[in-house]
């Protein structure tokens, strides 16, 4: 058995800083060549087109296309010929996606501030969404549903899905197949900074988005933050964290596991576990590096561990709680004897997981929460993919005439107040016609 190399061990007070730098500097945007490549990516597509679109293809995925759109026919084709295990699988995934999604659908709303002022909100879906799948590393068709089955229930007009080709020039079969599952309208094989470009700006091929969602690599994540400007995104994501907050009660096996199971997506991913048990610590890092000898992506969770692992000790849980909410982890899992009262006090989450029978897994795939969720700390201030984010809020005003009359005095004043004499005037006119 290999031991397994840390980028972090230790009590989380005697830290040095550059350990505090790799645990809390996990921006998405960090690289300067990445952002300087990304906005020539951004720019060409926009100036170029379907042009740029295909000199990108033969240049990132050494495919020469002569169309991006992929016929439907091979997504039907390809959902035939699935596996009729993963066909049962993703139907599932299918179905509890929805069945959550339409719970957290918004609710318009109408309120009288005073006699005769209405005021209401009412939420419209978006006309036409893209969805990013990524298909580098490996292939997401977890990914694909987590964005085209919300943006169905929500009622968008016009879903697009982008991911990389293939040699063949396509996506691969099983995202095809989800595509179909899921009830996208369009698919084109199209990946990273481009796919971003194209659906941000909109081609002679590919339409143009109001809002662009889904994870990527770091190209796609620093395109989204760069087009942010000319259509929403969902949120800036990068690669995937997870914190394990653990007490000594804990099963050592199931936390190595969950460890283990997000460190395989990228060499960059962020896994931590926070516990007030150094017994603990240093039985789950030998139970890590009994389990990751041999497995199929050992390499990349090697480098996860190394760039980005870390078991720490603090004093007490309250610490750990303390430590959660200035972490603000992607993905948050509580196996403690009291894990539903710790997880109550969990802060800054994109997702918690409460109990050991909780794996970070089921929610990844199966449970019908969504998967597309903040990192970088960034769930201090964003929260996950939903259903509300296919949708924009206009308001609506009505005053009557009486109450038009009631409210002139009063913002005529505060507009003198701010210089605006027309708005000052437009206000009187009311009050000049109710005597």
């Known amino acids: ?31 300067d060549a990445i952002r300087t490549a990304t906005a020539a990516i951004l720019q060409r597509v926009r100036i170029e087109g379907d042009a740029a679109l295909r000199a990108l293809a033969l240049e990132f995925d050494s495919v020469a296309l002569e169309t991006f759109e992929i016929p439907r026919v091979r997504w039907r084709s390809a959902l035939a010929s699935l ?96 595509a179909e599952l899921s009830g996208a309208d369009r698919v084109f094989a199209l ?40 259509v929403a995104i969902d949120a800036p994501a990068g690669p995937s964290e997870l ?60 480098q996860s561990l190394a760039s980005r692992g870390a078991l720490i000790v603090v004093p007490a849980l309250k610490d750990a709680l303390n430590f959660a909410a200035d972490f603000a982890a992607e993905h948050v899992l509580v196996v403690c004897s009291d894990a539903e009262a710790v997880a109550d006090r969990v802060r800054n989450a994109g997702t918690v997981f409460i109990g050991a029978y909780s794996s970070v897994a089921f929610g990844d795939y199966l449970t019908g929460a969504n998967h597309v969720l903040p990192t970088g700390g ?30 002139a005095s009063d913002v005529g004043t505060l507009a003198d107040a701010e210089g605006l004499p027309a708005h000052a005037a437009a206000a009187r006119h009311w009050q000049e016609k109710s005597v």
């Open 1 to 31: 058995m290999k031991a397994i190399s840390l980028a972090i061990r230790g009590t989380y007070g005697e830290l040095t800083a550059a350990q505090y730098a790799i645990l809390f500097d996990r921006a998405t945007s960090t690289d």
């Open 83 to 178: 596996d009729p295990k993963l066909r049962k699988a993703l139907d599932r995934a299918v179905g509890n996606i929805r069945s959550a999604h339409q719970v957290f659908r918004p609710v318009d709303r109408e309120f009288t501030t005073t006699d005769g002022v209405t005021i209401s909100r009412r939420a419209t879906p978006l006309h036409r969404v893209g969805v990013y799948a990524p298909g580098g590393r490996a292939t997401y068709p977890s990914s694909l549903l987590m964005g085209v089955v919300p943006a169905r229930v929500a009622g968008v007009d016009d879903v697009i899905v982008c991911s990389p080709p293939a040699p063949d020039g396509a996506p691969s079969p099983v995202l095809l197949a989800a």
């Open 243 to 302: 914190l394990v907050i653990a007490d000594e009660a804990a099963d050592i096996d199931v936390i190595a596991r969950e460890l283990l199971a997000q460190a395989e997506h990228d060499p960059m991913a962020v896994v931590v576990l926070v516990t007030p048990s150094a017994l603990l610590a240093e039985r789950v890092e030998g139970r890590l590096a009994a389990l990751v000898t041999g497995t199929a992506r050992e390499a990349i969770i090697r």
């Open 191 to 230: 990946g990273g900074a481009g796919a971003i470009a194209a659906m941000a700006y909109g081609t002679a091929t590919v339409p143009r988005v109001d809002r662009i969602v889904g994870p990527g690599n770091a190209w796609v994540a620093e395109a989204k933050l760069q087009v942010a400007g000319v």
């Open 378 to 407: 960034l769930a201090r201030s964003y929260s996950g993919l939903s259903t509300i984010d296919f949708y924009r809020w206009t308001t609506w005003q009505r005053v009557s005439r009486s109450a038009a009359a009631a409210l």
